[in-house]
């Protein structure tokens, strides 16, 4: 995430919740969320650090029968630590509670459970291999991603999903380093990678990896490459005109107002061109008399 951006209205769309989600991670979450649900693959949803609900409106809509989805944001409440309420004001001055609620609830019938606290707490309030999908986009100071990572590991199914925000954003130097050393470190085993996040597991990325690629190779709006580091395959895609998924419209949704209908344009006017006989009519008008007397005796002579 960046700087923050306000909210005022009720939304109608997905597009229309301020937050930094785009169209291909939209599609990317989709496709894992999808491939799980295919796959009869249970388990809780989390998501760490909300802002105004963006995301969290997506993971919503596939959170299935007896399953649980758990939200953790700051919101307005203190930081646990200086830094961390520097950053909070800095950047998340418009998040309140009531923001993020009221844009969820735009789209769904009931709130996830919602703790107000900082991330670190998420440890003691869902259970160790409970989750399927963690999404992480809180704090971007190296000491609460590296706690965040470490929670994400303890609380995910070991085919778990884990999609880390802000990796290589040049303002988030300690999300960066967080990350990669918990490829290097900590067992994370890298699916892909977008624009802002990593998509990673602690178990088998291969099979993922191989449908995952097989999908991306059929778009025509997506850049694709691969690459190896340190013993990892890296699948990097980017957008070339990703379009979001579709996905169902708010309870607030107004059909806009069909244009009116175009004006039909006047036919054009064109000069008709006058009679020979006129032209030369007025030719004559205007010569001078004793001109014209001379034309006259010239043609009687030569009749």
Not at 2 to 22: I, K, R, S, Y
Not at 132 to 147: K, T
Not at 212 to 240: F, T, Y
Request: charged share 25%; with cysteine.
């Amino acid at each position: 995430m960046a700087n923050a951006q306000a909210t005022h209205t009720l939304p109608g769309e997905l597009n229309d919740v301020p937050g930094w989600f785009p169209p291909l991670d939209q599609m990317l979450f989709t496709w894992f969320l999808d491939r799980q649900e295919a796959g009869g693959v249970r388990g809780d949803l989390l998501e760490l650090g909300v802002y105004l609900g963006k995301s969290a409106i997506l993971l919503g809509a596939h959170l299935r029968h007896g399953e649980r989805f758990t939200v953790c944001d700051l919101f307005e409440s203190d930081a646990p630590d200086g830094a961390n309420q520097a950053e909070t004001t800095k950047s998340y001055a418009s998040l309140t509670r009531q923001a993020f609620e009221r844009n969820y609830l735009s789209f769904h019938d009931e709130l996830p459970r919602v703790l107000q606290a900082p991330s670190s707490v998420i440890s003691g309030e869902v259970e160790p291999g409970t989750c399927r999908f963690v999404h992480i986009d809180a704090s971007h100071l190296y000491e609460h991603v590296h706690g965040d990572i470490g929670a994400a590991r303890d609380i995910l199914r070991p085919d778990g999903i884990v999609v880390l925000d802000d990796f290589r954003s040049e303002h988030t130097p300690g999300v960066a380093v967080a990350v990669w050393e918990a490829v290097l470190n900590r067992g994370l085993k890298p699916i892909c990678l977008s624009t802002q996040k990593l998509y990673g597991t602690w178990g088998d990325p291969e099979p993922v990896q191989e449908e995952l690629l097989a999908m991306l190779r059929e778009r025509n709006d997506c850049g694709l490459s691969v690459q190896h580091a340190a013993g990892h395959r890296l699948v990097r895609a980017r957008s070339r005109g990703v379009q979001p998924p579709p996905f169902p419209r708010s309870r607030h949704y107004v059909t806009p107002e069909p244009a009116p209908p175009a004006a039909t344009p006047a036919p054009a006017v064109t000069a008709s061109r006058p009679p020979r006989s006129r032209v030369r009519r007025l030719a004559v008008d205007l010569l001078p008399p004793l001109l014209v007397r001379g034309l006259r005796r010239a043609r009687a002579r030569r009749a």
